[in-house]
């Protein structure tokens, strides 16, 4: 068999042209980085007003993304477990995990058509809520979540690997929901 001595330059060029691809998507992403959740944060309330050299109004504080509203102590003792601060909003003990997602009201609007009619085909039972200006909580035996839209911001509490089935995991987005400062 004849060898072609050209073999080992065209395997190296072959080579590197299968990274330069990775690296090149890797350099072109890397300046636009990543915050939890997705959603950027347009500032605080005082910040709009004070660029607008006025009072702080309705539609500013409709555009804010709140913080948590919990830590790792108020969430154990909401699903009676000892969970962990994963960061981000994210508790959980290496088996069960609870985490909530923050976003301002006037992103919350814009999604949640499209998340109740998902939530619709993933779980076994969803319900509306009547509390906030829009809501509803979802659910089925391992996993659940609820979207709470207030005047705050929104809230997207999501659960996994609880025991109790659905009915527990209703009871536990439901306590979860109430902690949730009005």
Do not use: W
């Not at 005082?46 to 539609?59: C, R, S, V």
């Amino acid at each position: 068999m004849a060898t072609d001595a050209l073999t080992p330059v065209r395997t190296v060029r072959s080579r590197r042209a299968r990274l330069a691809l990775p690296l090149l998507l890797l350099a072109l992403l890397a300046p636009a980085g990543c915050d939890s959740g997705g959603i950027v944060d347009s500032g605080s309330a005082d910040t709009a007003a004070d660029e607008d050299g006025g009072d702080t109004d309705a539609g500013a504080v409709g555009d804010v993304r709140p913080p948590c509203p919990f830590t790792a102590a108020q969430v154990a003792e909401l699903v009676d477990r000892k969970l962990r601060d994963e960061g981000n909003c994210s508790f959980g003990d290496g088996i069960a995990q609870l985490a909530v997602t923050t976003a301002s009201a006037a992103a919350g609007k814009a999604t949640y058509d499209y998340q109740h009619d998902q939530a619709g085909q993933q779980y076994e039972k969803v319900v509306d809520l009547d509390r906030g200006e829009r809501g509803y909580l979802a659910v089925k035996d391992v996993r659940g979540e609820a979207v709470l839209i207030d005047g705050k911001g929104t809230y997207t509490v999501t659960i996994s690997s609880f025991e109790g089935g659905t009915a527990g995991n209703e009871q536990i987005l439901r306590r979860v929901l109430d902690a949730i400062p009005a």
